[in-house]
């Protein structure tokens, strides 16, 4: 629902009250005449030759409005209690500066106004150039005249915002032109006539001619004339066609010429009022005199039937009743059908409520103690105000504060709830994971000096040749520390040559060194000790749980098995060692020849000193004819094509055959044993 500005604007007038309700949305700025009322006084007293209303009736009249409680209020006087006077030469830069034209201001009022300035009020408006000055209309009115306008609405515990004189409320509803229009307000009490041009009041009056002085005419010499007046609108006569004729005014008609005769008087009168006004305003030299091209009628005395017809002929200016509807169409306000009973009465009301919406007030004689009251008014109600909603921002962020805290206590609950429920769930999960980890740690293929015996012993295809003497393995538990000795037995260098070559190439040991080979007699045959040391790869440890469920009908699963760079790794660190084992195999068969030939003068002395040992001599001798002839590597016999490997199976049956054939025969199945293993 769009936010809203209203006010309440009131005209006390003489012989009734007149007030209207006005709002304006803040979006549109759309006005509405959302409520209008004339509340005529109970009671008037007749002081003088006018009628006075009454205290107690004015404060009836104003209560029976029923004026909103904090609603603002603006409030007119009448042209009839304002003194005006134009003041020239003053300073061209009071336009710029405000306070220094109120100062001057005040100063010129208080020689041309004619009370003091403890007795008046005023302000001044309409600032007009005038060569090198300028030029301000000052409007003054008395304060007692003014507290007696307050006085009713006090009694309500109402002060206005503003005190606006009538001509100049009266102007906000007029048109734009160039050329003067008269408004002439035909109140109870008095008329207040007023010239505008381009929406400003250039020339005002008020003379004592109202509808209270016709009904006091004619009530003096007719008593019934009151009552018809006021019930019936009478016809005014036109003097100018009817001049030799009579008019039924009035029944019974013995009163039709003493009826015309009245209220002809009071035409003339007003039409000689306007004439002198007129001519006032022509003669007036603050401003250059424009044309008056109409009259527009408006006030309750309007009413009186042929009264525009009677101006428009007597004074030859086209006069009629002023449509304030039809205006207020052309401003687009917005009104209801009972505005439209009253509308004649209204244009005060209207005109000072619509400058009030628009901030277009430009002359208020609201006396100073007012004006402060209501800024302290003001200035404690946007303190309660503010005080009001820091409370309620207060109480909201409370409010706020507590439910935040509320939500966030069943947030921190809810999270409470849920680590208990994780938290036992984690432990659940602990749990079977530790039993889990110890079934894999169990699980877990390891190295043992079993599983190293076992491939140790794969690798000693024939141990009448070569044999493990003493084993020793240190920092089984890391095998980057990991260190094995071993000392061997073997029949020839060839044997030891062949072993290291078969270690090599067997994936599980690496780096490998080979002591001094040592010759030795046992039994009366030559044995050659060397002690080997070397590392573990990394990798042995799957390949020998490979080697472990090879045959059982077990598999060992993908991810226990080598990967591709540790196989490729493998590979080329075989390759390596398989160099290194080729040149440490030549520079044995170096030392075995030289050897061989030492062994060889053993044994001959050997076979002089004792006939006993003639066995032993011969298989020594087969043997040293064994490595007379150079048998290739396991390598050269894995490149050599199938002929060159069957010529090698064939000499070694030859010479098996030729030293003994039974047991040549039985060592040549265990060499193409060998060889196929190897091979394999």
Partial sequence: MAKKRHIVSIDIGTHSVKAAYLEQKHDNGEITISHSAVVEYEERELLGRGMQVTADSMQVA?????????????????????????????????????????????????????????????????????????????VAARRADIENLLSPLKAINVTPQSVMPAMVATSRLSEQSSSGTMILDIGAGQSDLSIIKDGKVIFSRSFPLGGDQLTLSLSSEVSPVTEAIEDNA?????????????????????????????????????????????????????????????????????????????????????????????????????????????????????????????????????????????????????????????????????????????????????????????????????????????VTQLMKPRLSA???????????????????????LTNLNDLTKARLNFNVEANSHQDISNLVTALNQSGIFKNLKQGQIISVNKDRKNIFQVQITCSIKVGAVKTLSEHRYLGTGLQIS????????????????????????????????????????????????????????????????????????????????????????AEVKAKKKRLYDKDDPESDALKTNIDRQEYNERIK
Avoid at 452 to 469: G, I, M, N, W
Wanted: aromatic share 6%; hydrophobic share 30%.
């Fill in 62 to 138: 104003i209560n029976s409005l029923e004026i909103p409680k904090k609603s603002p209020v603006v409030l007119s006087i009448s042209r009839a209690l304002l003194t005006t006077r134009w003041i020239d030469g003053l300073p061209i830069d009071g336009l710029n500066d405000a306070n220094k034209l109120d100062n001057i201001v005040a100063f010129q009022a208080e020689s041309i106004l004619p009370f003091t300035t403890e007795e008046v009020v005023f302000d001044y408006y309409n600032p007009t150039e005038k060569g090198n000055a300028l030029s301000v209309e000052l």
């Fill in 558 to 645: 993908k991810t226990n098995r080598p990967s591709t760079e540790e196989k490729n790794r493998d590979e080329a660190e075989r390759e390596n060692k398989g160099e290194e084992a080729k040149s440490e195999s030549n520079s044995k068969k170096f030392r075995k020849d030289k050897s061989f030939d030492m062994e060889q003068e053993d044994n001959k002395v050997r076979k002089e000193q004792s006939t006993e040992g003639k066995k032993g001599n011969n298989e020594r001798s087969i043997d040293e004819k064994r490595e007379e002839t150079r048998w290739p590597s396991v390598e050269e016999y894995d490149r050599m094509s199938e002929e060159e490997q």
């Fill in 450 to 472: 079993l599983d190293l015996l076992r491939e140790f012993s794969l690798r000693l295809s024939d141990r009448t040749k070569v044999a493990l003497t003493t084993f020793q």
């Fill in 234 to 438: 009478i016809p005014i006569p036109n003097f100018d066609i009817y001049e030799n004729q009579k008019r039924n005014l009035l029944c019974p008609t013995d009163h039709d010429e003493l009826s015309e005769t009245t209220i002809g008087k009071w035409c003339q009168r007003l039409a000689t009022e306007i004439q002198r006004s007129i001519i006032a305003y022509q003669q007036d030299t603050s401003s250059t005199p424009v044309s008056i091209d109409k009259i527009l009628l408006t006030g309750g005395g309007s009413r009186l039937s042929g009264l525009a017809s009677y101006l428009t002929s007597a004074l030859s200016i086209s006069t009629h009743i002023w449509d304030i509807p039809s205006r207020l169409d052309i401003l687009q306000v917005k009104y209801n059908s009972g505005f439209l009973q009253i509308s004649d009465q209204l244009e005060v009301v209207i005109g000072q409520g619509l400058a009030f919406l628009n901030d277009s007030v430009e002359l208020d004689l609201l006396p100073k103690p007012e004006k402060q009251q209501i800024q302290k008014v003001d200035q404690q109600r946007r303190m309660l105000s503010r005080i009001a909603v820091g409370v309620g921002i207060a109480a909201l962020l409370a409010i706020g504060v507590l439910s935040y805290g509320q939500y966030q206590q069943s947030e921190v609950d809810d999270l409470d709830q849920q680590l208990q429920k994780l938290k036992s769930k984690a432990n659940r999960a602990r749990n079977t994971l530790k039993q889990e980890l110890v």
